[in-house]
């Protein structure tokens, strides 16, 4: 007995559902569901493309069949050939020995608790020249994004290469590396033709894989004259080890380099700084939660420094990341992922090589697993014991299982230490006074919040 497909809506002759691929988003996706259920199946042109939407859909298929679905859809847009995949890209097969190589490589360099100590000195320095930085803006508007980008993306670039990248002064002056990173972004999530008809994607015919080549270029040209210069130094046992290091001690080519870079930086940076952004946006407009988190950090640090090592232990400041991270999560519906073989899942088939995307947005907003789903209340995480890492299937911001986000445990350096040093040091409003039509407005957006404005003023 072969189970059905996955219900979905009427699929038009040779264009399926393209209507509301192209439309797509998590948002209507969601709402698509509540139609036809939390296994639905789309076609896209000539893909099928599964969507599981709630924690017993993603259950099966990050959990139950995770090796099936360990693979992923490689948009055509991205500029690599399959083999060149295999080899240096995280995009490869989580089966593959590239993937394996790749992840543990990150994890003993990057990502361990002993790689994270010994960067906690450059994060909290990043930190401490942001917090000067706004300090000197006292009761003036500022774009709190932009400063957030430069903070988050010098403690990337002084972890691979010891050295900052963006200059905080100029907050006012155009970001070419952010619009590098977002014309990346760009090319990997337009939807695009090639993908739904596969015979067509040599022709490129929206132009996104050259996009994405150029833009590609235009990063590597960023470190290339560091990684050059640092191949001239003899190695052996510095202390002081950076990420570009570890790589060239492991035999890394410089164009290995350039994609792990690049791949990290496009996934690392803005998932990062939109968390910090979206918890801002939460804050400043839901005053008892600012004060309550205050109110901790005041009995935490009474100096006047913020020891990020210190943060862990703070029980409200985890809440209201949880808390962001469940409304707003940054990759909404994860990153594709592709069935190996024909399964079952929720007593349905899903073909082969199916594309898999997993909504946790709607997941993390489920009215019958949360209350009040769409409100700011970060004290319903105070008393659970739900994290993000992986195991509880109704809050899955990270994902679960093979391809479970290998920056976790930076991102969860990073983002506490950033909000706990801006609210800390800073009382925030919004330039135009607490209108709750903005604060819908700068919360529902899709896109990234932008710019973002507030005035800081001097606490401490
Ligand atoms: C709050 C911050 C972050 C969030 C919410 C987040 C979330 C995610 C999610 C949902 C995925 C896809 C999981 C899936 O498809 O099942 C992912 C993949 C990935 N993330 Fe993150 N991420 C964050 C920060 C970072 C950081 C800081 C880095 C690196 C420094 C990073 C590197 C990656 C990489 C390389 C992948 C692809 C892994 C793969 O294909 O197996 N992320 N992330």
Redesign the pocket.
Known sequence: YNPPLPPGPFPWPVLGNLYYIKTMDYVSLATLATKHGPLMLLREGMQYLVIGSSSVAATEI?KMKDRVFSA?TVPSSVPLTRSEIDQLS??AD?LSDN?KNL?AM?RAE??SSKALESQAHLREKKIMEMVEFLKGKDGLVVNIEKCVYAAVFNM?SNAFFSRDFIRLENESSDNPVKDILRGIIGALITPNLSDAYPFLSKLDLQGLRKKHREMSVRIHALWEPIVKERRKRPRGNLSNQDFLDALLDNGFTDYQINKLLE???T???D??T??INRTMVELVNNPESMKKLQEELDTEFNQDFVRTSNLVQLPYLRACVKET?RLH???PL????RALETCQVMNYTVPKNARVL?N?WAIGRDPSTWDGPSEYRPNRFLDSALD?KGNDFEF?????????????P???K??PAIIASLVYFLDWSLPHGNDPAIYEKLRATSKMIEPLLLIPKFRK
């Open positions: 990050l992923r995280f995009w989580a993937f992840r990150c990057l990502f990337f791949e990290l930086v996934a690392g940076i998932t990062t939109s968390t991270l999560p940054p990759a994860l990153l594709s992922h997993v946790v993000f899955l911001p990270f994902g679960a299982g093979r391809r479970i986000c290998p920056g976790l930076m991102a969860t990073i983002v």
